[in-house]
């Protein structure tokens, strides 16, 4: 067989296109305020919600290993957070949000300690429990709307800006602020000592252990890790929707259910995949707009379909014609 | 000639993935007859024996049973058409009874061979726990209930692998007597052990096995020891 | 005031009966199949929409709706394991969890899209309204009694047919080690299509009673999920009649917290069960 030496640049073309795709959506992502309207500024705010929450559960479960189903309940802290420090106490915005991040993080302390008392796919269902017993207690604190939740004071919009596009503009920069210190800061975190031990978890969790990876303590890192961006999350649709309750700001659906989808179907244990796969969430949002529940089911048949075809999802197919990864986590040896 | 062996294999060979365990295996058994294989650890017995029940990898070539190709078919169906595995390591359900364990045997079997009275007959020691959880066995008793499993599955072709492992010799010269009774029964067997004096001692014909190709093959008078040490070690 | 509280701990006895149908499902998916299937407790509402059908669209009586609906629900889970769930049953802890959750999400639609978001219920006529006096002061409702009743019966039916039938002999072979039963020749995934059609039967059992004492809709599936799933950590896995023990525990402290403010009832359920795995991780009834 001979080898036909391919000139170097074609065999580096899909990656530069690929990565050219990424720093090109990062551009627009940055000046999308000055290119469009309130309403698609929302709509971008949305997305890179849900981009964030999706990065997140991914690197819970692509890389620790850790299937949780009760992820939402640090965006409806975030959320109850936020109104308590910007309608209760009159802080400020932007100073209310990184705290609510903050208090996602203490919220997560004792959650932690309770559910990795389960294992495998025990903790995949206690952790929904524990979103549960979250969104009941908000539910019942004084001062926060029980039951039935409750609208931040015109006095927090206002602090956003005048004008309504004023304001659709800063949450959207909050929410792109938030989804690129989460993406950074897990990309490097993917490339420090811990991400190595993860992702010699992911590979073979026998060689980690024997490696002497503290399997226990990196999850538990990766799992607290998740909470402050979840909560960050939470108080920035908090304060777009000027809404919080219960079952909406705790919402299984939106923060859990969508987002596994996301993940599924973009790829699981990927950089790449939670950003495919919320293009592709919208994508189909869009598409079935008018189809009422029938886009949930598409999206349920998708992912089964995805889970027994390819379960590294669009991503692992996509990665193969393009040969290494366009967001590279891993450390490779050095050129010479 | 052909025609009355049991099992005939030609060709073939196994793969764990990319990994080749077997290169090119020819093999035969006749009914009555005792074959052994011999092998280093790692020269690929056991992969040999459980891919003759479709149970490792995945195999190429040809295996015949009666003259019928079964490579292929899946475990369930080849055991039910007469080969039983003794698998390394007893691998009994522990919580299980012992009667529960035989039962199984018979249950995925011919059920036109060895009834579980025979077997208690050829067993007594076993008869006395048949209510016991074969976890709470000692290691020979454990390793008679395996045989027993298989045997009541009424196979005409046996395979044992290594069934001395970790017994005391006179377990061991209790589990090796039982095997010319069976033979006289007209069973095939193949026994793989590393204890090559053993196997030799029993068996009619033997293989040895190097890194997964067959290294020598005959009646164990006809070869030296210095022949069967480097057939079993390698020229290194 | 005693009366008051042998009421309400009699009450949370007999709902643990209602738990406990739900768990047992359950229970035997993860003890024989290790399958943690998210969409256990959307079956069970799957189920109850067909009682409904039977019952409404074809006007038959609820007794012979649900005699039809067990080998529905049974052929329904043998199906669902040989079609799609054997595929992921041994890939790992990923696959089966997110293929149960795909299903739980389409099934929770499918109804939604087939019979609207309204709440449904069945009629059981006198069963329903029957009450018996125990004591001076002290009631039981018929219906929750015989539930509890049914629940004890199909506990004792299911743990005789695993620990004393040759069936059940293969149903644990195949649990404890499935590749050594493969090895023997047993056809696992046959086993396991069984089991999930022993779990489509309970189900089937499950929504009849669920139906009769209370609502569902569509999306009711993952609150019985949740139950099941606390149900039979609280009992510890393997063995049956722990199930009954972590559902009376959990019925009971419903309904203690349920009689001092009715809002609290599912927070204090839940509150048990995080309480219990701080402190015995390995459930209340784990043998050894
Ligand atoms: N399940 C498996 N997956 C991958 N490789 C295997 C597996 N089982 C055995 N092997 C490899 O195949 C070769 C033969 O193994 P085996 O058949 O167990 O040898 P033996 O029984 O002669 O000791 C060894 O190199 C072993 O590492
Ligand atoms: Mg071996």
Redesign the pocket.
């Known amino acids: 067989m001979t080898d036909l030496p391919l000139p170097p640049t074609s065999r580096h073309a899909p990656v530069v296109f690929g990565r050219t795709i990424v720093i090109a959506l990062v551009a627009l992502a940055v000046s999308a305020p000055w290119l469009t309207d309130a309403n698609a500024l929302q709509l971008g705010t949305q997305f890179l919600c849900l981009l964030t929450v999706a990065l997140m559960w991914n690197l819970l479960a692509g890389y620790a290993d850790i299937l949780s189903l009760g992820q939402h309940m640090f965006i409806g802290v975030g959320a109850y957070a936020f109104y308590g420090l910007a309608a209760n106490l009159s802080v400020m915005p932007h100073i209310a949000i990184p705290l609510a991040g903050i208090i996602a993080l203490l919220a997560a302390l004792p959650v932690v300690f309770v559910v990795f008392r389960l294992r495998a796919a025990y903790l995949a269902v206690g952790t929904w429990v524990v979103a549960e017993v979250f969104m009941l207690v908000a539910g019942r604190i004084p001062g926060f709307g029980l039951g039935t939740g409750t609208s931040l004071p015109l006095s927090t919009a206002k602090a956003m800006g005048a004008t309504a596009l004023d304001r659709a503009v800063s949450i959207y920069l909050l929410a792109l602020a938030v989804a690129l210190v989460a993406w950074l800061g897990t990309w490097m975190l993917l490339r420090s000592r811990h991400g190595i031990a993860l992702m010699a978890i992911r590979d073979n969790e026998e060689a980690a252990s024997s490696l002497g990876v503290n399997l226990i303590r990196t999850r538990l890192g990766v799992f607290l890790w998740t909470a402050p961006f979840l909560g960050m999350v939470g108080a920035i649709t908090a304060l777009q929707k000027m809404r919080i309750s219960p079952t909406a700001s705790f919402g299984f659906l939106d923060w859990t259910v969508f987002v596994i989808f996301i993940v599924v179907i973009g790829g699981i244990g990927s950089l790449e995949g939670p950003l495919i796969g919320t293009i592709v969430y919208f994508a189909l949002r869009y598409a079935l707009s008018d189809y009422g529940t029938w886009y949930l089911i598409v999206l349920g048949g998708v992912s089964v379909a995805v889970m027994l075809v390819e379960p590294r999802g669009l991503w692992a197919l996509l990665r193969r014609w393009i040969g290494e990864d366009v967001i590279p986590v891993s450390h490779r040896a050095p050129k010479q | 000639m052909q025609n009355d062996e049991l099992l005939q294999v030609a060709g073939m060979s196994a793969f764990?993935?990319q990994?080749r365990?077997?290169t090119e295996i020819d093999f035969s058994v006749a009914p009555g007859e005792i074959v052994a294989v011999i092998?280093?650890?790692?020269?690929?017995?056991?992969?040999?024996?459980?891919s003759l029940i479709n149970h490792?990898?995945t195999a190429t070539g040809s295996v015949r049973f009666h003259g019928t190709e079964i490579l292929g078919k899946s475990t369930a169906e080849i055991i039910n058409r007469g080969i039983m595995l003794v698998p390394?390591g007893r691998r009994l359900f522990p919580s299980l009874t012992v009667d529960e364990n035989l039962r199984l045997g018979w249950e995925v079997g011919r059920r036109d061979g060895m009834t579980a009275d025979e077997y208690f007959s050829i067993f007594p020691a076993i008869a006395g726990l048949r209510k016991r959880p074969a976890g709470a066995l000692s290691g020979g008793q454990q390793q008679m209930v395996a045989f027993g499993r298989a045997l009541l599955a009424s196979p005409q072709l046996l395979l044992c692998?290594?069934i001395s492992l970790g017994l005391a010799p006179l377990v061991v010269d209790e589990l090796y007597a039982v095997l010319p009774k069976l033979r006289d029964r007209g069973l095939g067997i193949v026994i793989?052990e590393?204890d090559i004096r053993r196997a030799l001692k029993v068996a009619d014909r033997f293989y040895c096995?190097l890194e997964?190709r067959v290294s020598l093959t005959g009646r164990p008078g006809e070869y030296t020891r210095a022949d069967v040490s480097h057939a079993y070690f390698g020229s290194h | 005031m005693s009366e008051f509280y042998i009421n309400v701990v009699l009450q949370g006895v007999l709902l643990g009966g209602l738990y406990a149908l739900f768990a047992i499902g359950l229970a035997l998916s993860v003890g024989i199949v290790r399958l943690v299937n998210i969409a256990h407790g959307d079956l069970i509402i799957l189920a109850s929409y067909v009682l409904v059908v039977l019952t409404q669209s074809f006007g038959l009586p609820l007794w012979l709706s649900f005699l039809i609906l067990v080998p529905l629900m049974a052929g329904f889970g043998y199906v669902l394991q040989q079609g799609l769930l054997r595929h992921v049953t041994d890939k790992g802890m990923l696959p089966p969890l997110l293929v149960t959750f795909g299903l739980s999400v389409i099934i929770q639609n499918g109804l939604l899209e087939g019979f609207g978001a309204d709440t449904r219920s069945f009629s059981g006529g006198a069963l329903q309204t029957s009450t018996w006096q125990l004591a001076e002061g002290i009631y039981v409702g018929a219906l929750p009694a015989l539930t509890l009743l049914v629940a004890v019966v199909l506990i004792f039916a299911i743990d005789r047919l695993i620990y004393g039938s040759h069936f059940g002999a293969r149903l644990r072979a195949v649990s404890e080690a499935p590749a050594t039963a493969a090895l023997v020749g047993l056809r696992v995934n046959r086993v396991h299509a069984l089991a999930l059609a022993l779990v489509g039967a309970t189900t089937a059992v499950a929504a009849l009673f669920m139906g009769l004492r209370m609502n569902f809709d569509p999306l009711s599936g993952p609150g019985r999920l949740i139950i099941a799933f606390e149900v039979i950590v609280l009992g510890g896995l393997g063995n049956l009649w722990g199930i009954l023990a972590g559902a009376i525990l959990l019925g009971v402290a419903q309904s203690v917290a349920g009689a001092i403010d009715v809002r609290l009832q599912v927070l204090a359920g839940h509150l048990v069960f995080l309480l219990i795995i701080l402190l015995r991780p390995q459930g209340l009834f784990q043998r050894s």
Not at chain 2, 39 to 50: D, E, Q, V
């Open positions: 764990y993935g990994f365990a077997l092998g280093a650890n790692g020269a690929g017995k056991s992969t040999f024996l459980r490792a990898g390394e692998d290594e793989v590393q096995l997964g």
